[in-house]
């Protein structure tokens, strides 16, 4: 079974938009039985309308289980991750590169806090230069220690894998820090990430539509571990974490 930790869904700002339905399509065409959603950045910059859409999809479709998304430099940030409760979502997704803030800035602190408080796993956009770098989310995570949160992109972004070093060192001293492995482009990477985190802190996410789902599954399969590990990282990892 294949479970993808990370995928996007609905009206997006930036013309990518995909519906549930053509998300659903592409899983079974490469046998991903369940998938983590949440909103992209809306035309309305409306992210609790957003929100409230992603719950009527999880319900709509029991396949698909429903992240929400703040910008966390409005006022409202936490009581927007509290509404996130009430509509049955299972965590926050923060992506500072679309949102335009830091990671680490003290102004993200209450919506994590609010997290915190509700027991949300907060997945994180990351190795966006300046504003999500590995040792930016390291710092917000040593923060919150009672907080998981997930990296998004193996903690980097660039193929010159310049910032992957500090991403194994985060992997290594922030043990409330998981990483999905989508754009990870070379194997050595992947098989280090796992040694460095361990192999149940390591998620398989494909970050559709901005990547391409095969590819990111070819890229965990071709990877020099065991099937255990691989088995883990498709779906027991990010099962666990949800409480499924």
Known sequence: MKFD???FVGDSLYGNSVSPEELLAQMKQNGVERAVVRPFKPCDYNYDRANRYISEVQKAHPELIGFGRVNPLEKSAPQQVDALVSYGLRGLHLHPWEDNFII?????YPAVEACGR???PVYVSTGYPCVSEPLQLWELAMKFPQVTFIATHGG???ISGLSFDDAVYAAKSAKNLKFD???VYRRDF???LIASAGEENVVFGSCAPYMDISLEIARVEAAQIPQMQKDKI?????RALLAM
């Open 5 to 7: 930790a990370c995928a």
């Open 104 to 108: 680490s800035d003290p102004k993200v």
């Open 118 to 120: 509700h027991g949300l």
């Open 156 to 158: 980097q972004l660039d």
């Open 181 to 183: 492995l989508s754009g």
């Open 190 to 192: 992947i098989e280090l």
């Open 234 to 238: 498709f779906s027991e990892n990010i």
